[in-house]
């Protein structure tokens, strides 16, 4: 059975940081793109950001620079790593895989985590 579990969310100031994790089980998803997305309150889901097997990332354009992704193929992990929090990152964060990082950006997704929740206080 796949499965992709979330951690590490939860409530922080803003300007704190916070890194995600989200690790894959049931088999290897070291070839995969790997994701994230978000979706806040009365919000549709969002792109955040996304990252090949060989570890090339693309990030949603506003995010750029507060966040990162990274990968451990080794570990079946993808963590994101999210700094200088502010309150409009408080949302349900997801984990995602597909083999295409594009298809996975455009949100054709294979297998999604149950989400984790990130609350940013002002």
């Known amino acids: 059975q796949v499965q992709l579990v979330e951690s590490g969310g939860g409530l922080v100031q803003a300007g704190d940081s916070l890194r995600l994790s989200c690790t894959a089980s049931?088999?290897?998803?070291?070839?995969?793109?790997m994701g994230w997305f978000r979706q806040a309150p009365g919000k549709e889901r969002e792109f955040v950001a996304v990252i090949r097997w060989s570890g090339i990332a693309s990030y949603a354009d506003p995010l750029k620079g507060r966040f990162t992704i990274s990968r451990d193929n080794a570990k079946n992990t993808v963590y994101l790593q999210m700094n200088s929090v502010k309150p409009e990152d408080t949302a349900v964060y997801y984990c995602?895989?597909?083999?295409?990082?594009?298809?996975?950006?455009?949100?054709?997704?294979?297998?999604w985590g149950q989400g984790t929740q990130v609350t940013v206080s002002s």
């Open positions: 049931g088999r290897t998803f070291s070839m995969d793109a």
């Open positions: 995602a895989s597909h083999p295409s990082s594009t298809q996975l950006r455009n949100g054709f997704v294979d297998y």
